[in-house]
């Protein structure tokens, strides 16, 4: 069974930085691409980043220069470090192993002005 386990979200004022973690369980994590979610309230969840099995990445535009997607094999996690926030950041974030359907519970980052 796939679990994923977010962390590291909070509050922070605009300009500040989070670094977020997903630890997944339940599947071979080296061969999986993974990737970071959002979602804003009464907004739909929407792509941040995604790192291939090859650590290649993509980012959405909106977080190009400022987020960081990276994994550790070693430790079954996906970091997303996110510099620069901005209150349009504040969301949901949630990690997914992107040959699965299954979803973490998600950890909340709140950015204020």
């Known amino acids: 069974q796939v679990q994923l386990v977010e962390s590291g979200g909070g509050v922070v004022q605009a300009g500040g930085s989070l670094r977020l973690s997903c630890a997944a369980s339940g599947i071979i994590f080296s061969v999986n691409p993974m990737g970071w979610y959002r979602q804003a309230p009464g907004k739909q969840r929407e792509l941040v980043a995604k790192i291939t099995s090859g650590g290649s990445t993509n980012y959405a535009d909106s977080v190009k220069g400022r987020f960081t997607i990276s994994r550790d094999n070693a430790k079954n996690t996906v970091y997303l470090q996110m510099n620069s926030l901005k209150p349009e950041d504040t969301a949901v974030y949630y990690c997914?192993?992107?040959?699965?359907?299954?979803w973490g519970q998600g950890t909340q980052v709140t950015v204020s002005s």
């Open positions: 997914k192993a992107d040959l699965w359907a299954s």
